[in-house]
């Protein structure tokens, strides 16, 4: 196995041993500090509790406690929210809710002032996002925000805007930059061994679990989601952009619904589809929301206060997404990215192939090899969220390999140190650098932390490609006018100090379009 630093570490010191666990490998997990005995818990808000908040909410209920408290949730659904007041209030040791309160959209500005918010966690519908980091910006609190930052140009003006006149701070989360393969991979690259890169070619495939399930929900809609190609690509947009270290120029698009939707099902002979999963009986695309204890709580229990299925036909109309997708992105230093993403594919996982002009990088991740119904039909969603989510396949097991090839040798495998819970061993890690942040004792070689830039230049890219769908041209991310120079690296790091104005500082009272 074979080990890189990169090129900026001490070439003398010791290279750390690879590990079975991040928890003795500072390289991969980072070492932190132990909070202050006086200093005092920063106050969050949840704006959005469907089922991504699970994960935030969890973190500041538990292994986070101690440094971060939730002071309140804000959803237009209250279904939602009594599912994680019940699940706080357990987490703090009681058999009672946490009764914290709670605000609907239009009331997020009070919220922050009435409640001293200092940081706005935003897990709602994509296309709120950047309303709700706007408006939270502009009230005087910090943001951090789930991928995609926003789903249109316009979106993207805003939040730049809000960003730069507030100083406030705004925090992308890149889960899948913390996952140890990938980091793993950004630390190749950076060391040169393969020299300078000259082209990625990137394939992931969802299977049809869980890609059927982006075709199920809100995402199956564009105008909420931005399709695939900002909601789930922003991820690897990201990673490409992150590993290179370079900056996006010029994108054009391939695209279509060519498996999913009614059409396609009448065109396959489907014949007659139910208009959900519950109660679907025996369908491999069929979810049945009451076989997850939390998804019926979290979903089919709240129907009745604003009508929203969780659970809807990836086959019944209304599809205005793809399901195939294919892009050509041109890099500012010369690299170009051959990117494809399938969602209906019989395994889950994705390759990245990196070449230089001294060798090739090959990344091959398996996430699920199988789909592995049981007499119910049940299986997990997705496999990258749930380690050890896969039954033993003998043919593609559950595995992850980066190999190393420099002109003239024999390939080498590199050791990939074993990551902590979902997203590939990324999810933990990412929570320890958000919640822990100004506790981290060394700054992060590998740049793992994320930005409003970073936002910016990941949905830049999804954001261009639909525009190329749209007019069947290459699209300049420049002509998209996002309102900031993507490569403008000390942009993050130069914007106006605060000037002491206290959460919630200005207050005004907006409707914002409900959160799922």
Not at 324 to 346: F, I, K, Q
Not at 358 to 369: D, N, P, Y
Request: aromatic letters at 6%; hydrophobic letters at 35%; glycine letters at 10%.
């Amino acid at each position: 196995m074979t080990e890189y630093r990169l090129v900026d570490q001490n070439p003398t010191a010791p290279l750390p041993a690879s590990s079975t666990s991040t928890t003795v490998n500072p390289q991969v997990v980072g070492e932190f500090a132990p909070p202050p005995a006086d200093q005092p818990r920063r106050r969050y808000a949840v704006a959005g509790t469907g089922h991504r908040a699970g994960m935030y909410v969890a973190a500041l209920t538990g292994e986070h406690a101690d440094v971060g408290e939730i002071v309140a949730w804000l959803d237009p659904n209250p279904a939602r929210i009594d599912y994680y007041d019940n699940e706080a209030g357990r987490a703090g040791g009681g058999d009672a809710p946490a009764r914290l309160p709670r605000y609907t959209p239009d009331r997020l500005e009070r919220m922050i002032a009435e409640q001293r918010v200092e940081t706005v966690i935003v897990t709602s519908v994509d296309r709120t996002h950047a309303d709700m980091v706007d408006r939270s910006l502009r009230a005087g609190a910090d943001v951090v925000v789930e991928k995609p930052l926003t789903t249109d140009a316009e979106g993207c003006r805003r939040i730049v805007r809000a960003v730069a006149d507030t100083g406030n701070d705004l925090i992308m989360t890149f889960n899948y930059r913390y996952a140890p393969r990938n980091s793993t991979l950004r630390q190749v690259i950076a060391s040169g061994v393969i020299g300078e890169i000259t082209s990625v070619h990137f394939e992931w495939v969802l299977d049809t679990m869980h890609g059927a399930d982006y075709f199920r929900r809100w995402h199956r809609e564009k105008h909420n989601s931005g399709g695939l190609l900002v909601h789930k690509a922003s991820h690897h947009f990201d990673l490409v952009n992150w590993w290179l270290d370079d900056i996006p120029e010029r994108v054009y698009a391939s695209a279509g619904l060519r498996f999913y939707g009614d059409a396609n099902a009448a065109a396959r002979g489907m014949g007659p589809r139910p208009e959900r999963g519950t109660g679907a009986g025996a369908d491999p695309f069929a979810l049945d929301l009451r076989d997850d204890p939390r998804l019926e709580a979290l979903y089919l229990q709240a129907e009745h206060h604003d009508g929203y299925r969780r659970d809807q036909d990836p086959f019944a109309p209304g599809i205005t997404i793809e399901d195939n997708m294919s892009v050509l992105v041109d890099y500012r230093r010369g690299a170009t990215l051959t990117y494809s993403l399938n969602a209906h594919s019989p395994w889950e996982g994705y390759r990245v192939s990196v070449n230089g002009t001294q060798g090739r990088a090959e990344l091959s991740v398996v996430e699920r090899g199988h789909i592995q119904l049981d007499d119910d039909g049940g299986v997990d969603l997705d496999p990258s969220a749930l380690p050890g989510a896969s039954a033993v396949d003998q043919v593609r097991p559950v595995e992850d390999r980066l190999v190393v090839q420099k002109h003239w040798n024999r390939a080498e495998d590199v050791a990939i140190p074993d990551g902590i819970g979902g997203h590939g061993g990324g999810d933990a890690i990412l929570l320890k650098d958000i919640f822990r942040r100004d506790l981290r004792l060394h700054t992060d070689p590998l740049g793992r932390a994320a930005g409003y830039l970073d936002g910016v230049r990941a949905v830049a890219v999804g954001i261009a490609a639909n525009e190329s769908l749209r007019t069947a041209q290459p699209v300049s991310i420049t002509d998209l006018q996002l309102g900031v120079c993507l490569e403008d690296r000390t942009a993050e790091h130069s914007r106006p100090a605060r000037e002491g104005v206290p959460p919630g500082a200005a207050v005004s009272q907006r409707d914002t379009p409900s959160h799922q």
